[in-house]
């Protein structure tokens, strides 16, 4: 069994300005003289986490991890509810990227992205193919309309009990989304929208909870963390990431010549098996892996992570 590299601890990090008034938290670890890689973490919201430094090998590759815009420890934070969510789309963390790209001075890098990384990653390399040298994608989303609609709508077939008390806190609307969207962003009473936060992180919870080593999340027990998390899911999610339907297997074309890894758990109830086996066709220069975990991954999950970049080291 493959197991993950011991912990380490950045060799630097720092807070870039990217302009309208954000400044991105950003940190640098493994071998500074070597092969660089970006990793895009999950949410929107949920932040850069140490664990994921395990991943890469600390004496190949030299990592970069951030906070996109509004979460972790970039400012200004969206727990704050007088933070605009205006320069808070797609298109703004993809400049983000290359602006941290740039600031590093380097011209190319293995993505990684997991989750909601992973539409922010294909994003980024269909806009900047030539930035990418090669991309391990997992739990494989590509935020379309008829995703966000089965993450909040379709899948609650299996957790019915949850998904009423979801459907009922956001009003029974037709389309949940908008409905949170609306309470956490835009209600005027902050009671309403920390109830509304917490229905919402309380839904996401539900959603792993038939996975294997399952446990409630620790980080849903603070209000700020559940706001921002709901906040900026709700925003991201009500507008479908901004991308045009299906626009990223249309542009999949433009990841040509770019090695890709692509890994699913066969048992992720939010993110059906059927979206990496549609971007696999559409992208020839990937490999894809279903493996017997769920959307949190697992130790199959996380041996083939580690092979793929283990692979990719020697590139």
């Known amino acids: 069994m493959t197991a993950p590299y011991p912990a380490i601890e950045p060799y630097d990090e ?3 300005d990217v302009g309208d008034g954000q400044h991105i938290y950003w940190e640098l670890s493994g071998n ?5 890689a970006v990793a895009l973490h999950g949410g929107p919201g949920s932040g850069s986490t140490p664990g994921r430094r395990r991943l890469f090998d600390p004496h190949t590759y030299r990592l970069v991890q951030f906070d996109q815009r509004g979460c972790g420890r970039s400012t200004p934070s969206v727990s704050d509810v007088a933070t605009s969510l205006d320069t808070n789309t797609t298109a703004h963390l993809l400049g983000d990227i290359e602006r941290l790209r740039e600031h590093f001075g380097i011209p190319h890098w293995l993505v990684w992205g997991a989750s909601w990384g992973v539409t922010l990653g ?8 030539e930035r990418v040298s090669e991309m391990v994608l997992c739990s494989v989303t590509m935020t379309r309309a008829s995703d966000v609609h089965w993450l909040y709508h379709e899948v609650g077939r ?3 009990e949850e998904w009423a008390r979801f459907g ?3 009003g029974g609307a037709d389309d949940l989304v908008a409905a949170y969207d609306r309470l956490v962003n835009a209600h005027p009473d902050p009671a309403v929208r920390a109830k509304a936060a917490k229905d919402w992180c309380d839904w996401e919870d539900a959603l792993l909870s038939l996975e294997d080593g399952w446990e409630p999340n620790m980080r849903y027990d603070n209000a700020d963390f559940r706001l921002t998390f709901a906040r900026l899911c709700a925003h991201y999610f009500s507008h479908a990431a901004w991308l045009e339907d299906d626009q990223l297997l249309r542009d999949a074309h433009r990841l040509a010549g770019i090695p890709g890894v692509l890994i699913h758990g066969l048992h992720d109830l939010g993110g059906p098996a059927d979206v990496p086996w549609l971007l696999s066709k559409a992208w020839p220069d990937a490999e894809l892996h279903f493996v017997g975990t769920g959307h949190q991954g697992g130790t199959e999950m996380n041996e083939r992570m580690l092979d793929a970049l283990d692979r ?4």
């Open 14 to 16: 720092g807070m870039l």
């Open 32 to 36: 500074p003289s070597g092969k660089p």
């Open 122 to 129: 294909l994003a980024y390399a269909q806009r900047h193919p």
């Open 158 to 160: 299996y957790f019915p």
């Open 168 to 170: 009922e806190g956001g």
């Open 312 to 315: 990719f080291a020697r590139r």
